[in-house]
């Protein structure tokens, strides 16, 4: 992914590295990638993006949040 970074104009890398900057998913990376002519696998996409841009699971954040309410709500009745 790497090379396919680097072989990229500075105008699509600098647009590229910004959305992956500010994106949550892979799934998304995956997708712009591809209308840039990347042809790896979501799998390449999945380890590059672990790997330079550190994200937060917002799955785990929603569900936490969901189970601190629940509890909350518990506390009242």
């Known amino acids: 992914m790497i090379k396919w970074i680097d072989g990229l104009t500075d105008k699509d890398r600098e647009s590229f590295l910004a959305f992956c ?3 949550a998913t ?3 990376i995956y997708l712009y990638a591809r209308f840039l002519g990347f042809t790896g ?5 999945d380890k590059w993006s672990q790997k330079k841009f550190h994200k937060r699971n917002f799955n785990e954040v929603l569900e936490t949040e969901i189970d601190s309410m629940q509890q909350d709500i518990a506390k009242l009745r």
């Open 21 to 23: 900057k500010r994106t």
């Open 26 to 28: 892979p799934i998304q």
């Open 41 to 45: 696998s979501i799998v390449d996409c």
